[in-house]
């Protein structure tokens, strides 16, 4: 009886933690505040952390259990509150927020309940190793190499490189289980923390051991809004670096340590490998040639652009705030500029909206390319993101689940996780409004624009409008607020008549079968040339058109590329000589 006795009190414990595990509200505090001090050891592959942060009870009831969680590869040491050690229940918790595809989690007993909206202050300590690991990505399936290139944080003898949250939770976070085999789930739930996190603050204090052996010392780099190299105790023994996020916004802290040499320019600063110098000088000198024409759109550089070398060629890029990490070997000449007008961009214009801040950057590509180039292979370009977001609005119309109206709002520019949306999408929504409002009138709103200020979705919308003196609330509803898919043209008919200054007129009716509108361009073409107006087509509707010239048309085309489209395979209308009325 007694072992019987002993044993249901063990199952009851048992029950009571699996329900305990179960109604966790993951996501229920917010971290407002992080000041870490950080001990990078490349010969031992270890990370060691010590220091504070802050949580603030965000959910609707008191809370007496938190949720702390870091990469799998580390281990909790210690947690306390106002000096004293806290009990918490450390177990591994499957998520593809971390490369390794879990956390340490640690559940902590709180002394007190927290109430909505108040705050409670954490000692941490925690330590370990970061390897390459790219276990998330193999068990998926993907090639060994392949998933070593995209995922290649490590801490190593050789190079160390460490991407945060969505890559290595090398900082405490707090966040439910994300499935990369689940399409667009790690995303949602990435996209739900830098919601959460994007006005907390975070501090941290780098240091490394350097090797006073090596002809070239040891480099510290982080992202964030001030980037500073700092000597530990007066020495180079613990050469590292200061890295303040005020706030964080959408940045992802990053740092790195490497044998690195140094390309400095007015607008851009290159870290390179001994090996590559020669690249490092290339980039820098694409990145000044570039800085032209970024400040002209965006206004001059806020911070100076960093741009640090990655030992792995075929390394996938990566970018937080003003740091671009980046294999320097690997980069086409001829693409340089390229590269270098995104990094600028985010450098000279920030916002706290990612349709905003990546649509731009993405924007100030297809600009650049339109510079070098013309705009038809800025439009082949743009062309290349257009087919990937066909492909997810293909995509989203098999999903079913969702009401259309909810779907709309979920996905919309303003809401979306989804990056081909608001990196795409919003590349394409920013070329359309160059379009309908002129170069001039949209480099007065982005001049207007103040981060700080933006506090709702209209208020770069009601920017562009109060500077252009134009009435968009349908375009911004179509593919700002919500997202109604893509247009659809076609032309329906065209009716030619000549006139009497011996000119053909031709009317033109363009039905657009798609629910998003759009001012599209419309194209006649004839013997020896070509006129090209500009139509509005509201979606689900028809426009009409009257265009004069001087020969009988041969051939319209409605949409050159700028405008994306979910089929342009009948945007061709071939006119007969006989459809000419005498």
Sequence with gaps: MKWRSLGLCFFIVLCASVVNAFSLDREAFTFTKYDLDVRVEPEQQRLGVRGQITLRNDSQTPQKMA????????????????????????????????HTGALSEAVVTLPDAVAPKGTID????????????????????????????????????KFTAVRGAGYVAWYPIAAEAASLSEG????????????????SIMKIGFASPADAGDAIPLVTLCSGDELQAVTREGTTKFPGAQCSYQPLGLLVPAFVVANYGVVDRPAITVYNLPEHAGAAETYASAAEKTSTLVTEWFGAARKKTQTADLDDPSAAPFESGSLLLT?????????????AAHQLTHAAFSSPRPWINEGLAHFAQALYIEQQKGRQAALDYMGTHRSALSAVEKEKEKQTTVPRSEDEVNRSLINTYDEELYRSKAMCVWWMLRDLVGDQGLKKALAAYRPEQDKEPSYMPRLIQARTQRDLEWFFDDWVYRDRGLPDFKVESAFTRKTMADEYLVTITVANLGRAGAEVPVTVKFAGGEITKRLEVRGNNK????????????????????VPESDMTNNTFKIEATDTAK
């Design 67 to 98: 949720v702390l969680q870091i990469s799998s590869s580390l281990d909790w040491r210690s947690i306390k509150a106002a000096g004293k050690p806290l009990q918490f229940v450390s177990q591994p918790y499957a998520s593809d927020i971390d």
């Design 122 to 157: 954490l000692e941490i300590a925690y330590e370990g190793v970061i390897v390459l690991d790219a276990t998330r990505l193999t068990r998926l399936g993907t090639p060994e190499t392949q998933a070593s290139s995209s995922d290649w944080d490590q801490i190593s003898a």
């Design 184 to 199: 667009s789930d790690l995303f949602e739930v990435l996209g739900r923390w830098k919601a959460r996190e994007a006005t």
């Design 327 to 339: 294999p320097l070997a690997s980069i086409d000449p001829k693409l340089a500029g390229l590269i």
């Design 543 to 562: 426009g009409v058109i009257r265009v004069e010239i001087s020969k009988p048309p041969e051939e319209i085309v409605v949409n050159d590329g700028s």
